[in-house]
């Protein structure tokens, strides 16, 4: 496995999941982690990631230096070239700017074998490497930054100041794909005989006891309940309709378990507790609160009455996967830490189960290979990610019986439409808000004062960053219509066209 000791933004996801495109498996670690677990990870490789931070700020994330006197070859990107130049005796400075697209011109470099004279590389730095450590040299420049890549061949340890894990560094796969080789790693990671490990460990974790699963109908938990099913027969499903979901979900989603096999099936209609729960409340955090808490409850209860009915149930299964786990809080293998914002995370402690997690390690695209391979079909492992607190985090404001009725109509008109237009797959989620201001219309001759209805629809891989998506007019334009023709008080749809970052792809 190559590790990736991850210094803070996204960069080290994303650096993940390249490494494991090209068939190497590969980890996340925070940058405190100890030069005797790296050991115990037994790398054929490390990269460190870049991050927001600069080696002048009052503490900057470290690493243990002994991490580069292992034997183990070593990449550091951005951040990671810097921190790596600094502490081995290098200076770096404040300055040479570059942000955006740039020219490499790279040297003779097994980390650069098969590139060109030039090559377009992606930078974001504000620092600069400029006198390097004894025993370094450089290995390529830009424009404005003579040590944009430095090499010591002898201890195989580099640095390169741009990206190679981002598209607009066209070459960056052939870089990481010449450090795997740098590494001596094979290259034999794929998810063809995942599901029959992930099966086999499933079933050594669990021995004879009996599994809960709670579901919410999305991607993840629906292939984690088929993995579990496939590892024992003592499942039970759990679902709970908190009466802010999708159009027809609840029925939707029960067929979908009835169709793939499920007997022990349970949805629970909880709307009645959750909506009075939530009468009257406006802030985002105290909603998103609110539906967590009732949640446990609401799943509190119903465990305690199956452990009635059908003895004892030891584990909890849930569809957690890789990104969900926050790397940043010292990820270990041994307990995941879950997103706050995680539907179910929080459960286990209470409830004395112990978790079950057999998608952890994966990213989403993944999961849906693993998906694929289980034989589950497409339609199922299409479906976009919906948000725990679901419709809730998509009113503005207080949640009332009308505005569900509001938003959840108009979230069903524009999948449709996307369905129509053949744009549902080219999105990674597409939703509708309800804003909490009223503007002037007009419908026939009479003065109209309504709802703005906004639609999001946004591309992405994992949803930490996110773009909004160039839709078709004819899409935007029936959407609109619809939406304002049938749906009473609403008389006005606009379409969200922010960025994550700065935005999040949820209002709340
Ligand atoms: P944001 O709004 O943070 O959303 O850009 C990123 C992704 O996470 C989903 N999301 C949630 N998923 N429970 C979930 O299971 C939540 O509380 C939650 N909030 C946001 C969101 O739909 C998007 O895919």
Redesign the pocket.
């Known amino acids: 496995m190559i590790l990736v000791i991850d210094f803070g933004g996204q960069y080290a996801h994303l650096i993940c999941r390249r490494i494991r495109q090209l068939n190497v498996y590969s980890e996340i670690r925070h940058h405190s982690i100890s030069a005797a677990d790296v050991k115990k990870l037994r790398p054929a490789g490390i990269i460190f990631s870049g991050g927001p931070a600069s080696v002048y700020y009052p503490e900057p994330p470290l690493f243990e230096k002994k991490i580069l006197s292992m034997g183990v070859p070593i990449l550091g990107i951005c951040y990671g070239h810097q921190i790596i130049a600094k502490v081995s005796g290098g200076r770096v400075i404040t300055g040479g700017k570059e942000y955006g697209k740039g020219v490499l011109k790279p040297k003779k470099s097994p980390l650069f074998k098969g590139l060109g004279k030039k090559e377009q590389v992606w930078l974001s730095h504000g620092d600069s490497v400029v006198k390097l450590p004894r025993g370094y040299s450089v290995i390529g420049s830009t424009e404005r930054c003579k040590t944009a890549a430095y090499a010591n061949e002898k201890k195989r340890v580099y640095g390169i100041q741009f990206h190679p894990e981002v598209q607009h560094t066209p070459n960056g796969m052939r870089i990481l794909a010449n450090f795997i080789k740098i590494c001596g790693a094979k290259r034999n990671y794929s998810i063809k005989g995942l599901p029959q490990k992930i099966i086999g460990e499933i079933r050594k974790q669990i021995g004879d006891n009996s599994v809960i699963v709670g579901v919410?109908g999305g991607v993840d938990s629906l292939v984690a309940s088929i993995l579990i099913k496939k590892a024992t027969p003592k499942v039970y499903c759990v679902y709970i309709d908190h009466g802010l979901v999708r159009k027809g979900e609840t029925e939707y989603v029960k067929g979908m378990y009835k169709r793939l096999g499920f007997r022990n099936f349970y949805a629970e209609d909880a709307s009645k507790i959750f909506l009075s729960r939530l009468k009257g409340v406006a802030d985002p955090e105290k909603k998103?609160k609110i539906i967590g808490n009732t949640f446990i409850e609401v799943f509190e209860k119903k465990v305690r009455s199956l452990k009635k009915a059908h003895g004892a149930i030891k584990f909890l299964g849930q569809g957690t996967i890789y990104p969900d786990r926050i790397e940043s809080a010292k990820a270990s293998s041994a307990a995941s830490v879950i997103k706050t914002?995680?539907?179910v995370g929080g459960l286990p402690a209470k409830m004395k189960l112990k978790l079950l997690e057999p998608l952890k390690e994966l990213y989403k695209d993944e999961v849906r290979a693993v998906g694929k391979e289980l034989g589950i079909p497409r339609e199922y492992l299409a479906r976009h990610?919906?948000?725990?607190?679901g419709l809730a985090?998509r009113i503005i404001g207080e949640v009332t019986p009308d505005k569900i009725e509001m938003v959840r109509e108009a979230d069903a008109i524009f999948i449709s439409k996307l369905i129509k237009y053949n744009c549902y797959d080219r999105v990674w989620?597409a939703l509708a808000a309800l804003l909490p201001v009223k503007t002037v219309g007009v419908m026939g001759d009479s003065r109209t004062y309504g709802y703005v209805i906004a639609l999001r629809a946004v591309t992405s891989k994992d949803?930490m960053t996110?773009d909004w998506a160039r839709l078709p007019n004819i899409v935007l334009e029936e959407s609109s219509t619809e939406i304002i023709n049938s749906i009473k008080g609403v008389n006005r749809v606009v379409y969200d066209i922010s960025q994550?970052p700065p935005s999040?792809?949820?209002y709340e």
């Open positions: 919410s998103r914002h995680h539907n990610p919906f948000p725990g607190p985090v989620q949803a996110a994550k999040t792809i949820e």
